[in-house]
């Protein structure tokens, strides 16, 4: 299992971000998937969640009306759209898959909210 995360950087609040997560190794449109993500000093928490088929989405009460959780499953990808940002979403973003009783991670990506 691979989980490669792309799309974070440098953006001024307010602005907006799409990060992706490129999944292989598995059969990807069987799995529900999830974004986490950690800023310096505090526990790891979850962003959002969907289902295998796209059609359920969970949010973080933080986050909800100003980031979208999207999957592809032609092209075995995740997506998070993060509008409206603000100084407090700063952190390392990371993919997870749930599968049985593992939990595969991706490297993460670093947003940085800042003007």
């Known amino acids: 299992v691979q989980l490669v995360e792309s799309g974070g950087g440098l953006v001024q609040p307010g602005g907006s971000l799409r990060l992706s997560c490129a999944a292989s190794?598995?059969?990807?449109?069987?799995?529900?998937m999830r974004w986490y993500r950690q800023a310096p000093g505090k526990e790891r928490e979850l962003v959002a969640r969907?289902?295998?088929?796209?059609?359920?989405?969970n949010y973080v009460d933080s986050v909800k009306g100003r980031f979208t959780i999207s999957r592809d499953n032609a092209k075995n990808t995740v997506y998070l759209q993060m509008n409206i940002l603000k100084p407090e979403d700063t952190a390392v973003y990371y993919c997870?898959?749930?599968?049985?009783?593992?939990?595969?991670w991706g490297q993460g990506t670093q947003v940085t909210v800042s003007s």
């Open positions: 997870n898959a749930p599968i049985g009783w593992y939990s595969y």
């Open positions: 190794g598995f059969t990807f449109s069987s799995y529900g």
């Open positions: 969907i289902s295998s088929t796209g059609d359920n989405t």
